[in-house]
């Protein structure tokens, strides 16, 4: 059985990213996308879906806001938000879940495997597993890179860029050092904080050190950051970045 599956975020690349860890769940359908809640409630009444992933602070209507306006269908709902006080609230709503971004996707499985349990029969969450699940979440700060025999922590927020060179994944620090990482981009992207976003199937960036943004050839753009690199954007990519730059 496929999951009719809306998902409703105000930020466009938190979405993209939210269907590409979904894309590994063949269960999952997703046959619309909304960026407020008043474009979510007429989505899902006219689609009557069966599950939707649901962000909390959006334009228009909020989420809770939202769900208090469905009245004929009722889909099942996994919270999706960056603040956690939000969570005895959704838990009173009946939701499956309750994802804290950024969403990780050994996480996610867990949220499947309910949904596949209840097959979307009924709310699964239980309030200390959700209160358990809101004290256990923590703030990664640091990546390990292998050197020799020794292992280093690397601040997350010292890290200006994560780039694929070939099979190798290298991050440059704010110090000017590059080091290797076993991570691949996609677990990095899962892992890291939305401050980091994908610009290039190569490449990560920290939005917190671009220094100016050019234009590029052929659509492209081309971001310089704090310690004078340059880093192009994939083409396919650069009209999310242009509104989420605002350019």
Do not use: C
């Given at each position: 059985m496929n999951w009719k599956t809306i998902i409703i975020e105000d930020e466009q690349l938190a979405r993209q990213r939210l269907k590409r860890l979904l894309a590994n769940y063949q269960e999952v359908e997703i046959?619309?996308?909304?960026?407020?809640?008043?474009?979510?409630?007429?989505?899902?009444?006219?689609?009557?879906?069966?599950?939707?992933?649901?962000?909390?602070?959006?334009?228009?209507?909020?989420?809770?806001?939202?769900?208090?306006?469905?009245?004929?269908?009722?889909?099942?709902?996994?919270?999706?938000?960056?603040?956690?006080?939000?969570?005895?609230?959704?838990?009173?709503?009946?939701?499956?879940?309750?994802?804290?971004?950024?969403?990780?996707?050994e996480r996610l499985d867990k949220t499947i495997l309910k949904l596949k349990q209840t097959n979307l029969a009924k709310p699964v969450m239980a309030l200390d597993d959700l209160l358990q699940q809101i004290k256990g979440k923590s703030v990664q700060k640091t990546l390990t890179v292998k050197l020799g025999d020794r292992i280093l922590l690397i601040k997350i927020e010292e890290i200006i860029h994560?780039?694929?060179?070939?099979?190798?994944?290298?991050?440059?620090?704010a110090d000017g050092k590059k080091h290797l990482t076993d991570y691949t981009l996609s677990v990095l992207e899962a892992k890291l904080p939305d401050d980091f976003i994908r610009?290039?199937?190569?490449?990560?960036?920290?939005?917190?050190?671009?220094?100016?943004?050019?234009?590029?050839?052929?659509?492209?753009?081309?971001f310089v950051m704090s310690n004078q690199s340059k880093v192009s954007s994939s083409r396919s990519n650069s009209e999310v970045l242009r509104a989420r730059f605002g350019i």
């Amino acid at each position: 059985m496929n999951w009719k599956t809306i998902i409703i975020e105000d930020e466009q690349l938190a979405r993209q990213r939210l269907k590409r860890l979904l894309a590994n769940y063949q269960e999952v359908e997703i046959i619309a996308e909304a960026e407020n809640g008043l474009e979510g409630l007429e989505l899902i009444n006219q689609h009557q879906a069966d599950l939707v992933f649901l962000d909390i602070e959006m334009p228009i209507l909020n989420g809770f806001e939202m769900l208090a306006k469905l009245t004929h269908h009722q889909p099942k709902v996994v919270f999706t938000t960056a603040y956690d006080q939000y969570a005895i609230k959704a838990f009173d709503e009946g939701s499956i879940d309750y994802l804290l971004k950024p969403i990780e996707l050994e996480r996610l499985d867990k949220t499947i495997l309910k949904l596949k349990q209840t097959n979307l029969a009924k709310p699964v969450m239980a309030l200390d597993d959700l209160l358990q699940q809101i004290k256990g979440k923590s703030v990664q700060k640091t990546l390990t890179v292998k050197l020799g025999d020794r292992i280093l922590l690397i601040k997350i927020e010292e890290i200006i860029h994560i780039q694929a060179e070939d099979k190798y994944v290298f991050l440059y620090t704010a110090d000017g050092k590059k080091h290797l990482t076993d991570y691949t981009l996609s677990v990095l992207e899962a892992k890291l904080p939305d401050d980091f976003i994908r610009i290039h199937r190569s490449d990560i960036i920290n939005t917190n050190y671009i220094t100016e943004i050019r234009r590029g050839f052929n659509g492209a753009l081309i971001f310089v950051m704090s310690n004078q690199s340059k880093v192009s954007s994939s083409r396919s990519n650069s009209e999310v970045l242009r509104a989420r730059f605002g350019i």
